[in-house]
T-cell receptor, first 114, second 111 residues
């Protein structure tokens, strides 16, 4: 079945360093890839997303890259800050249909040490 | 402001009891989803709906049911709660083909 693999499961960086989280998806028809940030005790919040007609998207310190050939996409956080500490989830779906169903990765716990 | 809410935020129940978790959104989104979140499993889809009177099973639907009588609400019912259903439950909603927005979650403990 459809699957999204996310790595690493945990990531610890020093404040100011960059963090990279990688995801691989199995469904070649997937064309929408959101990233969510989940803080302790809260629901996942969308931080950035990318569609298959774009190879890269950036929003301030956050960027996402997509390689459709390899079925691989990544989240890049630059100049990390302690408030970036959270669990990050990648997801994939076929947005062109009305399924809207997201297949989530297992999550990455990011710790930014001051 | 438009939002999505869940109630209760915390619930303790006993094995065998029926439990209903509420989800309400004010965005007028057609699509609504229920997920459970457990350590080591991420977010798993329980049920989803594309509109009034429409419901569909997700990957972990056994023991759960939903009904959609209006656009704003998608209550999740555990027919006979089991300890394996102890989890954190999230509701989400979206427009057709668009981003899903999540509620704050309900933490359920089945004793």
């Amino acid at each position: 079945g459809e699957n999204v693999e996310q790595h690493p499961s945990t990531l610890s960086v020093q404040e100011g360093d960059s963090a990279v989280i990688k995801c691989t998806y199995s469904d070649s028809a997937s064309n929408y890839f959101p990233w969510y940030k989940q803080e302790l005790g809260k629901g996942p919040q969308l931080i950035i997303d990318i569609r298959s007609n774009v190879g890269e998207k950036k929003d301030q310190r956050i960027a996402v890259t997509l390689n459709k050939t390899a079925k691989h996409f990544s989240l890049h956080i630059t100049e990390t800050q302690p408030e970036d500490s959270a669990v990050y989830f990648c997801a994939a779906s076929r947005s062109s249909s009305n399924t809207g169903k997201l297949i989530f990765g297992q999550g990455t716990t990011l710790q930014v040490k001051p | 402001d438009a939002e999505i809410t869940q109630s209760p935020r915390h619930k303790i129940t006993e094995t065998g009891r029926q439990v209903t978790l509420a989800c309400h959104q004010t965005w007028n989104h057609n699509n609504m989803f229920w997920y459970r979140q457990d350590l080591g499993h991420g977010l798993r889809l329980i049920h989803y709906s594309y509109g009034v009177q429409d419901t569909n099973k997700g990957e972990v639907s056994d023991g759960y049911s939903v009904s959609r009588s209006n656009t704003e609400d998608l209550p999740l019912t555990l027919e006979s709660a089991a300890s394996s259903q102890t989890s954190v439950y999230f509701c989400a909603s979206s427009r057709v083909g668009e981003t899903q927005y999540f509620g704050p979650g309900t933490r359920l403990l089945v004793l």
